[in-house]
């Protein structure tokens, strides 16, 4: 276990690989650990760098509370401290804000960019959006975070094949401590990039379910915005690197090496028969069921 300490931040990060630098960012709810499906496919050929942001898996929250801009400052804190000038950067829902904003707040140190099921703002301002930001926040409320946490895994993967996945994301929700998971839901309300997009100067590409909980047609006008790339993935719905990891995995390292993406019939969610361990043996997984382990003691 590795943990960055500056200026009062906390940050507990793995690396794994050798290579170009890659960052894996998580999403809301989630922490580093959640990257292993994808991890094992990059570190051949890549430095991967997985960090816990702040008030997530090992990480504290930060003395500042929620936000977007911090959570990207803090990861280049960790960047910085590492040596690492010019990542490659891959953001999950929220991570993918986060992984954005890094690349807005340092244009030209970022040259490539991954998307996965992620907007540019996340501002209440459609239905969809609305019932995103205060469906969760009602069950955690009422319910508690464990009932809230199954409810939320359900949606996620609710094929009786996937019920591996669906236990899993369930305890990792249920982990977070309610304060922690209301306070960076309403960090992702707050924020926004639609007004800065201009500034971007990396090569990006978004990674979009057909089933995700916001619509297919935003990611679309945004890949057209910032005029990236963009891979649809037939079947998925929010936990594509979960329920897609040949899909997920495929572009990602297709992009990474500034490769033909994959083509379209390739561009689809894993078979019901397709084995899904985030416990393999040396996975980043197990790492961080050592790391908490080791907190304990």
Not at 17 to 30: A, M, Y
Request: some cysteine.
């Amino acid at each position: 276990m590795a943990m960055f300490k500056r200026d009062g931040l906390r940050l507990h990060y793995l690396i794994r690989g050798n290579g170009e630098p890659v960052v894996l960012l998580h999403g809301l709810g989630s922490c580093g650990g959640d990257w292993a499906l994808q991890v094992p496919a990059l570190e051949a050929r890549f430095t991967t760098i997985v960090p816990d942001l702040p008030g997530s898996g090992h990480s504290p929250p930060s003395a500042t509370g929620y936000c977007i801009r911090e959570f990207a400052r803090s990861v280049w804190m960790l960047l910085d401290h590492l040596e690492i000038p010019r990542p490659n950067l891959v953001g999950f829902s929220m991570g993918g804000a986060v992984a954005l904003e890094m690349a807005l707040q340092r244009p030209d140190c970022v040259p490539r960019l991954v998307l996965i099921n992620s907007l540019a703002s996340y501002r209440v301002d459609d239905w969809h959006k609305w019932f995103e930001a205060r469906f969760p926040e009602c069950m955690a409320r009422l319910l508690g975070m464990r009932l809230m946490a199954k409810i939320a895994a359900a949606r996620l993967f609710p094929e009786a094949w996937q019920h591996s996945l669906r236990q899993r994301a369930a305890d990792v929700i249920a982990a977070v401590p309610m304060s922690a998971y209301l306070g960076m839901g309403h960090a992702l309300q707050r924020w926004s990039a639609t007004d800065r997009l201009q500034r971007l100067a990396s090569r990006t590409l978004l990674i979009a379910a057909e089933h995700d909980y916001t619509p297919l047609a935003e990611k679309q006008a945004l890949a057209a915005r910032l005029r990236a790339d963009i891979a649809v993935i037939r079947g998925s719905r929010h936990g594509t690197p979960f329920d897609s990891t040949q899909a997920t995995n495929a572009c990602l390292s297709a992009f990474l090496r500034d490769e033909t993406l994959p083509a379209g019939e390739r561009r689809r969610r894993d078979p019901p028969d397709h084995r899904h361990s985030l416990d393999l043996p040396g996975s980043i997984a197990e790492e961080h069921a050592l790391a908490r382990q080791a907190l304990r003691s």
